[in-house]
C-alpha cells in the first residue's frame, strides 16, 4: 500500500517532501488539494490537519502533518542518510531544520502571503510585514552565507534533509522579493542542487507549472 501525500503542486512545501521521497525511493500516492479554492478547509480534510495546511502524509493509521516532521518520518521509516549518517550528523541536520523553520522558512512564508494576496486578491501589501520579512531574511542569510563559504552542503558532505528545508523558499523568491541574490555562496549552493539533485529540479518545474497556471487563470 502507497503512502497517501496530500497536498497543492505550487506549494514550497509539498515540494520538499515529495523530493524526499523521490529520493528515499518512497512510492508516493499524490493527492491533489487546491490552496487557491480552499479545499485545505474543507471539514474532510481538517480531520487530517485542523490548521488547515498542507502537506499531510497518511500510511495506514498514521497521520502527520507538517513537512519536516513527515521527511523525518519517512527517513526513520526508510533508514536514510538524509536524516544524518552519524549520531553527530543526526543532530546538526535537526539543528538546522529547527533553525529554518523559525529563522528562516517563517519570514519567507510572510513574503509569499503578502505577494499572493497582491496578485489574487488585490489586496495592498502590508509594508512593514514586507520590510519586517527582508530584515529577517537577510539576517539569516547572513549566517548561511558564513556557513557555506567551504561547504558544498548545510552537513557533512552530502545531502540532508537540512538542504531540503532550508532550499524551499528558493520556489517563490523570485516572486516575493526574498534577497537571497545578495548572497553568493547561498544562490551557488543551491544551483548546486538544482544541478545534482534531479527531483529538485524536478519539483521546481513543477512548482513553475502550477503558479504559471493560476497565475494564467486569473489574469
Known amino acids: 500500500m502507497s503512502v497517501k501525500l496530500y497536498g497543492d503542486p505550487g506549494s514550497g512545501s509539498l515540494r520538499r517532501v515529495t523530493t524526499a521521497a523521490t529520493i528515499m525511493g518512497i512510492d508516493i500516492e499524490r493527492i491533489n488539494i487546491d490552496l487557491f479554492k480552499g479545499e485545505s478547509h ?56 529547527f533553525w529554518s523553520g523559525e529563522q528562516w522558512r517563517i519570514f519567507s512564508t ?30 539569516a542569510a547572513e549566517v548561511l552565507e558564513r556557513h557555506l563559504e567551504t561547504r558544498r552542503f548545510i552537513v557533512g558532505d552530502a545531502l540532508t534533509l537540512a538542504d531540503i528545508d532550508i532550499a524551499a523558499p528558493f520556489s517563490q523568491y523570485k516572486r516575493t522579493g ?34 504559471a497556471g493560476v497565475l494564467n487563470a486569473v489574469s
Open 42 to 97: 474543507t471539514p474532510e480534510f481538517l480531520k487530517l490537519n485542523p490548521h488547515g495546511l498542507t502537506p499531510v502524509l497518511k500510511d495506514r493509521d498514521t497521520v502527520i502533518w507538517e513537512a519536516s516532521a513527515i521527511n523525518l518520518y519517512l527517513a526513520e521509516k526508510t533508514n536514510s542518510s538524509l536524516s544524518g549518517r552519524t549520531q553527530a550528523e543526526k543532530l546538526e541536520v535537526l539543528q538546522w531544520m
Open 110 to 139: 510572510l513574503l509569499f502571503d503578502e505577494w499572493a494576496g497582491a496578485t489574487f486578491t488585490g489586496k495592498l501589501k502590508n509594508d512593514a510585514i514586507v520590510q519586517l520579512g527582508i530584515s529577517k531574511l537577510r539576517s
Open 178 to 211: 526574498a534577497p537571497f541574490e545578495e548572497f553568493p555562496n547561498l544562490i551557488a549552493w543551491h544551483q548546486r542542487l538544482l544541478d545534482t539533485v534531479p527531483a529538485w529540479a524536478d519539483t521546481r518545474d513543477e512548482v513553475e507549472k502550477r503558479i
